[in-house]
């Protein structure tokens, strides 16, 4: 209790309101920077009996979305989950809650609050946030504001930026392999050539790129040479790249898609391209078209002659060409009049052949475009079709079992390599989708293979359905009942011990995951 002398005859006592702070800086301006906001949290929790309990701190994060601010949704997970020990939140001001582009959404996260009895204070603004009409008016006006000032400031940035493309200088991102970033002055005298990972310190200062290392720059001409002279693909160049023992600027080894990247920017023949693709205020990323580039030609020292890049631009086109389907199977069909027989080894070793996952993804499957063009192979290939199907499934079902955890206000890390789901770093789950076989009696039966190297916790078995199109049931696994036989082999109905793990849905497993907040004694 806080204790206000009132006169020598009376003292007032007020209750002391525990409440958690909740700042964010992005790279604005130094007046926002999480000290100063706590300092100003502090005065205002001082002057109105708050108790500072917690803090979270989003810092280098922006305000436009919530996606990347880990303090405040861990902030919005604890209030849903009603593990928050605070009655109030205290924020700077309405900006640093967010510039939200939807003003309703920012609205929307302090509704979540309210609604589970936690007021949302904000302490450098002239308005009490009490919910009466006038508060509310100019609530929304500064949340409108807030990301009316992120709309003007991105346009403004990408004007600046727009001219010091046309005026030849690098806008960020690394060199590229072959390549160098030098920093020069504002008359542009070269001063330093910058290390990845370094930056310019004064704002007058640019970037240009020039030629790297002579070893580089001859295995980039090299790599020209392959793909244009030699027709290599670029799977095949990154592949003897590698058997030499080479690796990218990153020390890492070569891949396709690094090698494509060579053959495709225009920097290596010293042009500055610039909004080949957008991602402005956080929203989706969007490849523009090419009138819609900025550019400045011969703005850096080429080290590709430009006849060479003109003719592996016209190879990449002619490859990517957008046939119609009927163009698609006419070409099937006279490479089927060939050969008298089709794989996708056939079709991926003819040279001015789309490959076979163009087929793929056109038809929904080869045996599908097989078909319309009357062939029929000798084997039954079904179950490839379907197997592909599952694993392009694997990532969804994983994403949605994650959400669903997390929506529960649990904790869940994913392991890259493993697929391994770490649950409130108490135990760990794997997820496998298990195909439906068909058996010669007509019977339908499904094969689990339990990891024996993971032994994760508990497996989630997902049984497909006939059609292996959809999930029929679900099995929660325990490792400690089950791990002695690695492999089960399921029925549509199994016996007590089996059928006890048995579920229609992952309700109950979600369930499992829930943290309860208990009352110590």
Sequence with gaps: MLQVGASNEAVIERKIVRAAQYVRMSTEHQRYSTSNQEDAIAQYAARRGFEIVRTYADEGKSGLRLDGRQALQRLIADVRAGAADFEAILVYDVSRWGRFQDADESGFYEYVCREAGISVHYCAEQFENDGSLSSTIIKSMKRAMAGEYSRELSVKVFSGQCRLITLGFRQGGPAGYGLRRLLVDEHGAPKAELSRGEHKSLQTDRVVLRPGPPEEVEIVRRLYRMFVLQRRSESEIATLLNAEGL???????WTRG??????????????????RVSFKLKAKRVTNDPDMWV?????????????????AQRIIFDRSRR????????????????????SGLVIDEIEDMPSSSTFRHRFGSLLRAYQLVGFSPARDYRYIETNRALRALHPEVVAGVIDNIRSAGASVERDQHTDLLHINDEFSASLVIVRCQLTAAGSLRWKVRLDQGLRPDITIAARMGADNTTVRDYYLLPWIDLGAAPNLRLAPYNHAGLDAYRFDDLDGFVDLTRRTALRAA
């Design 247 to 253: 690796v990218t600027d990153l020390g890492r080894p």
């Design 258 to 275: 690094v090698v494509h990247q060579i053959l495709t920017n225009e920097k290596y023949i010293g042009n500055n391209v610039y909004n």
């Design 295 to 311: 550019r400045a030609d011969g703005a850096f020292e080429g080290i590709v002659e430009p006849d060479f890049f003109e003719a």
């Design 323 to 342: 046939f119609t389907d009927q163009q698609l199977l006419e070409q099937l069909s006279s490479l089927l009049s060939q050969r008298g027989w089709l």
